[in-house]
């Protein structure tokens, strides 16, 4: 494996220049499909004794730049991108897992995915215990005799607590399942997780690495470290009869995890990413470190302004000294924990609905890592489908206003909110 740093991997990781006509930018391969030599040809890609391109649902050489990248960034041995985050962990789990398995995960998960495992999931008879991931115990205590996978956020979105990875990686050690970390809010540059222990990490391409707003897209990378041989993953150790009775495990060793999400998930469930997606996000990683640098630098001075302002009743950030996170964010994240802050107003749910409506730098949508600043109440919007307490347990009280923090003057920033804090007060008066 290269020994070069992230931003040297960031800008050339995958690339090689002469292979691609001297181009210095990644090309865009807009094509579907690839000319074979001879029938001979095209068996043997089929049969993957050689490797090639065949069809852009399965591989494509603007693709394969990216993920080449990204694996290169997180320390892992092959990655396979995805049209969407979700597309990502939908497609992890489907290839590693059947009906009749379950899988534990944090209970701080990104809404969509927390409605993944607790409803959609469990029609195909694959269900979830979650769990408080604050005690890395709890990861074993729910897990079950067919318990195939921990998933967990490296950093959650939107409560923000920073896990434990080296302790939970020792649970999923133990239990021998495969521990899943969605990076997506801490980013390839703040974290790696594989140097932790875990042993496939997924992000939304969409946020932070794209970085602007423009454009979806997700990755899976494997560790290639996870033994798949215990007897508890049939799926890598008998013949598959999807792949003319291939082991994956037998014949892919390490790569079997990898192989298998591509020629039998994106086969299958074809959540592939579009050339031309690829390309935005590579442009966005290429900056991704200068990005995220900002990003964290102008949200910790936001944290520590709201702080004093006699509106606010509290403000969650794991930067902050004082914060239930901090340690873990000094030992996990310590070159800046990333641009996201959330607060509570005394007013509870219809105040911060009001500062949500309010602010003018601050965009209202449900996005978040662009360059511009994003504000959203999720109680009302992302996590509305939820329980009250469901809610609860995935770090979204009545009152939380989350902010994706952007890239613009920070003094600007401050006045857009103190702005709506008066307004409000005001309002409050007549
Ligand atoms: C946005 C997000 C996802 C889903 O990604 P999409 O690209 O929107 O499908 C998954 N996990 C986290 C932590 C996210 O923030």
């Given amino acids: 494996m290269s020994t070069q740093k992230f931003s040297t991997q960031a800008l050339h990781a995958g690339h090689n220049t002469k292979l691609n006509g001297g181009t210095r930018a990644v090309p865009i391969y807009q094509t579907s499909s690839y000319v074979f030599n001879d029938s001979d040809h095209a068996a043997d890609l089929f049969s993957l004794a050689k490797p090639g391109f065949i069809y852009t649902r399965l591989n494509n050489p603007t693709n394969d730049i990216l993920e080449q990248r990204l694996a290169a960034i997180e320390g892992g041995i092959g990655a396979v991108v995805t049209a969407s985050g979700t597309a990502a962990i939908n497609t992890a789990l489907l290839t590693l897992l059947r009906a009749g398995d379950h899988i534990v995960a944090s209970s701080s998960l990104y809404g969509g995915t927390y409605n993944l495992l607790k409803n959609t999931l469990p029609r195909f008879g694959i269900t979830t215990t979650f769990v408080d991931p604050q005690n890395p115990q709890n990861f074993t205590k729910a897990a079950k005799e067919n318990t195939r996978v921990f998933f967990a956020e490296s950093l959650g979105n939107p409560k923000?607590?920073?896990?434990?990875?080296?302790?939970?990686?020792?649970?999923?050690?133990?239990?021998?399942?495969?521990?899943?970390?969605?990076?997506?809010?801490?980013?390839?540059?703040?974290?790696?997780?594989?140097?932790?222990?875990?042993?496939?990490?997924?992000?939304?391409?969409?946020?932070?690495?794209?970085?602007?707003?423009?454009?979806?897209?997700?990755?899976?990378?494997?560790?290639?470290?996870?033994?798949?041989?215990?007897?508890?993953?049939?799926?890598?150790?008998?013949?598959?009869?999807?792949?003319?009775?291939?082991?994956?495990?037998?014949?892919?060793?390490?790569?079997?995890?990898?192989?298998?999400?591509?020629?039998?998930?994106?086969?299958?469930?074809?959540?592939?990413?579009?050339?031309?997606?690829?390309?935005?996000?590579?442009?966005?990683?290429?900056?991704?470190?200068?990005?995220?640098?900002?990003?964290?630098?102008?949200?910790?001075?936001?944290?520590?302004?709201?702080?004093?302002?006699?509106?606010?009743?509290?403000?969650?950030?794991?930067?902050?000294?004082?914060?239930?996170?901090?340690?873990?964010?000094?030992?996990?994240?310590?070159?800046?924990?990333?641009?996201?802050?959330?607060?509570?107003?005394?007013?509870?749910?219809?105040?911060?609905?009001?500062?949500?409506?309010?602010?003018?730098?601050?965009?209202?949508?449900?996005?978040?890592?662009?360059?511009?600043?994003?504000?959203?109440?999720?109680?009302?919007?992302?996590?509305?489908?939820?329980?009250?307490?469901?809610?609860?347990t995935t770090g979204v009280t009545q009152d939380l206003i989350r902010l994706s923090v952007g890239l613009e003057d920070i003094e600007d920033l401050k006045s857009d909110l103190k702005g709506v804090f008066t307004k409000l007060k005001k309002r409050d008066l007549v």
Avoid at 358 to 373: P, R, V, Y
């Fill in 160 to 392: 923000l607590d920073v896990l434990d990875l080296k302790a939970i990686s020792k649970e999923a050690k133990a239990y021998k399942v495969p521990f899943i970390v969605d990076n997506t809010v801490a980013t390839p540059y703040l974290l790696n997780p594989i140097e932790h222990g875990a042993d496939i990490v997924i992000h939304s391409l969409t946020k932070y690495i794209n970085g602007n707003g423009t454009t979806l897209g997700g990755v899976i990378i494997d560790a290639g470290k996870f033994d798949w041989s215990s007897g508890k993953f049939p799926e890598f150790t008998e013949p598959s009869p999807g792949y003319h009775g291939l082991v994956y495990h037998d014949v892919l060793q390490e790569s079997a995890f990898i192989a298998k999400v591509r020629i039998e998930g994106l086969r299958d469930h074809g959540a592939a990413l579009s050339p031309y997606n690829a390309f935005q996000i590579i442009q966005g990683l290429e900056t991704l470190k200068v990005r995220i640098k900002e990003h964290s630098k102008n949200a910790l001075e936001l944290a520590k302004w709201l702080k004093e302002q006699p509106e606010v009743k509290w403000v969650n950030y794991p930067g902050l000294e004082d914060n239930k996170y901090y340690d873990l964010a000094k030992q996990y994240l310590p070159e800046g924990q990333s641009g996201l802050v959330t607060f509570g107003v005394e007013g509870g749910y219809e105040d911060a609905k009001k500062i949500a409506d309010e602010t003018q730098i601050f965009s209202l949508l449900a996005n978040i890592g662009d360059t511009k600043s994003l504000i959203i109440h999720p109680a009302s919007t992302t996590h509305q489908q939820l329980t009250e307490e469901e809610q609860a």
